[in-house]
């Protein structure tokens, strides 16, 4: 190799290594962003007393569910929802088909044991004249004795037999316990009817009540005769109540506590099966800080809520919240937000953790 092509070669070298420094230095360079224009709001806390608001629906204080002691087709049901009823009516007829052949065996069953008895009593009384004068033992005698009481036994047995059969007879047609109005039917003529099967519920219409069911977080908190208010959410009408009965356990109602609450107004427009939204004040509350953001402005992943923030840097932080109620287009936030800091509204971009934001 001549002299003049060992330095073409070194100056193709260097031209090579210039290049790939520019090239290192221009991918090492951070790429400038672009701030996001947003709109910026403040969070102000308010004072306000603490309430326990839960939803519940009307119900009847007097419900009667009316079902059969007794095996066998239903013949026929006399009434229909909406129907009228008085205390005391035949609502069902129970086929008494078996219940009569049953009977029978029974009546039968008494007959024999009534002739067996009179048997008996002639043994005895013959043996007792006998046995009077010399002419049957003692051992004879006890066992007509015997012979005598098992017949009475037997007769007593049968006829309790028929009382049980005749009581029968009254299940087989079933009476309203309660007046009011049929409001569910929960079989039809010829279907099979089994003890304590619902057939019929009727509900006395006098009384209406609220039932809510209040979590274990805060039953502690209701107390019984408690002012109440009930909101009829269909008639936007507030109706003045109290507290009346709270259940003892939610060992069957999965944590929730049954509590009921009486109207001190019945109006005629208000049904049973209305839904209500029920309020009370927190039994020695304290008023609470409280913050109301735009809903438009939360930011929702999954089961995750939150809202961007605005950080000394200005750039958008991601803070994750835990919510409370709404009220209109506003939320309620429990905690994550602190008062007079700022959030943004709204941007003009996408918004991402440490993206450069600029308010307008």
């Known amino acids: 190799m001549n002299k003049m092509t060992k330095i073409l070669l070194l100056l193709v070298l260097v031209v090579l290594g210039t290049s790939c420094n520019n090239t290192e230095e221009k991918s ?34 007097d419900v009667a569910r009316v079902s059969t002691r007794m095996m066998g087709f239903i013949e026929n049901i006399r009434y229909d929802v909406g129907d009228k009823v008085r205390k005391g009516q035949v609502l069902v007829n129970i086929n008494t088909a078996d219940l009569q052949a049953q009977l029978a065996r029974v009546e039968a069953n008494i007959a024999e044991a009534k002739a067996a008895q009179e048997s008996a009593q002639l043994d005895y009384d013959r043996f007792k004249n006998l046995y009077e ?14 012979q005598l009481k098992m017949a009475d036994s037997r007769v007593l047995a049968a006829q309790e037999a028929k009382k049980e059969v005749e009581v029968q007879f009254a299940y087989a047609n079933i009476k309203s316990p309660i007046s009011g109005t049929v409001v569910q039917k929960m079989a039809n003529g010829g279907d099979m009817a089994s003890p304590g099967m619902p057939i019929l519920e009727i509900e006395s219409g006098n009384d209406l009540e609220a039932v809510a069911r209040i979590p274990e977080s805060q039953i502690a908190k209701i107390k019984m005769n408690k002012p109440v208010d009930v909101m009829i959410k269909s008639l936007n009408r507030t109706i003045a109540g109290k507290v009346t ?24 427009e208000i049904k ?75 941007a003009e971009g996408k918004l991402y953790n440490g993206v450069p934001v600029i308010t307008q």
């Open 245 to 268: 009965e709270i259940a003892p356990s939610a060992k069957y109602t999965g944590g929730q506590y049954l509590v009921k609450i009486s109207l001190k107004e019945q109006p005629k």
């Open 133 to 146: 004068s010399n002419s049957a033992t003692k051992k004879e005698l006890e066992n007509v004795t015997t």
């Open 28 to 61: 090492n360079t951070p790429i400038q962003e672009d701030p996001v224009k947003v709109q910026i709001g403040q969070s102000s806390s308010t004072q306000q007393d603490e309430f326990i608001e839960v939803s519940g629906m009307l119900e009847a204080a």
């Open 272 to 346: 049973s099966g209305m839904y209500a939204t029920i309020k009370l004040e927190d039994d020695g509350s304290k008023s609470l800080e409280t913050f109301m953001i735009p809903e438009s402005a939360i930011v929702r992943q999954g089961q995750l809520t939150g809202v961007y923030v605005v950080n000394d840097s200005n750039k958008a932080l991601l803070r994750w919240l835990r919510l409370g109620s709404s009220s209109g287009d506003m939320v309620e936030v429990l905690s994550g937000l602190t008062s007079d800091e700022q959030y943004i509204l709204s």
